[in-house]
């Protein structure tokens, strides 16, 4: 009887063991650290906005090369729950391979499959279903972090 308690409580206190079936419990910056070891990418675009421009590098994923594919961009980014701007992309992007959500941070550039819409993100988030993390602002995001739309210039950097 001790054995099965114990084994219990081992459970528990394991991720793989408890209620969430997502592989991406992790907390916040162990996910987007992993995002961002595992799977850089040499990829990288440049964002214009206003008068500050900004690199990012992207992940290597089926998602990232066809966003690459539609740049160069030109899209007015709205601000969506005070943590992220967001728009329609001109059309959505392979979500084969993707993981089934993320946890984002700041200066992660993501699709979110469900809405069709590019994020980048100016503050950490919670786990979102459907939102796939295509790479990383190099530097800092608080460029995004305003009150207001703002029109942005993306394209590949060669």
């Known amino acids: 009887?001790?054995?099965?308690?114990?084994?219990?409580?081992?459970?528990?206190?394991?991720?793989?063991?408890?209620?969430?079936?997502?592989?991406?419990?992790?907390?916040?910056?162990?996910?987007?650290?992993?995002?961002?070891?595992?799977?850089?990418?040499?990829?990288?675009?440049?964002?214009?906005?206003?008068?500050?421009?900004?690199?990012?590098?992207?992940?290597?994923?089926?998602?990232?090369?066809?966003?690459?594919?539609?740049?160069?961009?030109?899209?007015?980014?709205?601000?969506?729950?005070?943590?992220?701007?967001?728009?329609?992309l001109p059309k959505r992007l392979s979500t084969e391979g993707a993981p089934s959500g993320s946890y984002p941070s700041v200066g992660d550039i993501a699709f979110y499959a469900p809405w069709g819409n590019l994020a980048i993100f100016y503050r950490n988030a919670e786990y979102a279903n459907g939102l796939i993390i295509l790479g990383k602002i190099d530097g800092d995001a608080a460029a995004f972090n305003v009150p207001r739309s703002m029109k942005v210039t993306i394209e590949s950097v060669k």
């Open 1 to 88: 009887m001790q054995f099965f308690a114990l084994a219990i409580a081992i459970c528990l206190s394991q991720p793989a063991c408890g209620a969430s079936s997502s592989g991406f419990r992790n907390g916040p910056a162990t996910l987007a650290n992993q995002v961002s070891k595992e799977h850089a990418g040499n990829t990288k675009i440049r964002t214009k906005l206003e008068d500050k421009g900004l690199t990012a590098t992207l992940i290597d994923s089926k998602t990232t090369r066809d966003f690459v594919s539609q740049l160069p961009l030109t899209l007015t980014l709205e601000d969506y729950a005070s943590t992220e701007k967001i728009s329609d």
